[in-house]
């Protein structure tokens, strides 16, 4: 099992929570994105620069992520391919993606891009707060918690 994590809009917040759990639960974590990226020295954690371009990074987490990884990320169609691929998908402000949940998210998705191109302004989600981290905190633990627990 392993920790992919959609980077390049990752709050910071998260990514130190990433690198501490790493390091805690002994597990991979491995940041994707088109820029550069600074991560402590650590044999768990990881960072893979892709070139520039759309959803690239997207397609290198879809090509890395196997069943039962985890996937850290706010973009619903990569959700939509992590679970397509047996993976499983968290928000940075600790909300999962689930099978359940995925057609209503990417259909909201699709209904507010057409608003924008309409020139409707949709505004944008709220900025992270404290809380958002909290949450996320307490779902990525949670999770790692039942990794340990389950045999493979």
Known sequence: MQVLVDA?????VVKEILFRAAQRAQVRVTLVANQYLRTPPSPFIKAIQVPSGFDVADARIVELVESGDLVITADIPLA???????????????NWFTRENIE?????????????????D???????????????????????????????
């Not at 691929?85 to 940075?92: H, N, S, V, W």
């Not at 990417?106 to 409707?120: C, K, N, T, Y």
């Not at 949709?122 to 340990?148: C, M």
Request: aromatic share 6%; with cysteine; glycine share 10%.
């Open 104 to 120: 209503e998210r990417l259909s909201v998705r699709d209904v507010m891009d057409q608003l924008r191109i309409a020139g409707i």
């Open 122 to 152: 949709t505004g944008g989600p709220a900025p992270f707060s404290p809380r958002d981290g909290k949450a996320f905190a307490g779902q990525l633990d949670r999770f790692l918690a039942r990794h340990r627990a389950s045999p493979r």
């Open 8 to 12: 390049d809009a990752c709050p910071f």
């Open 80 to 94: 939509a391919s992590v679970l397509d691929k047996e993976g499983q998908a968290l928000d940075p402000r600790g």
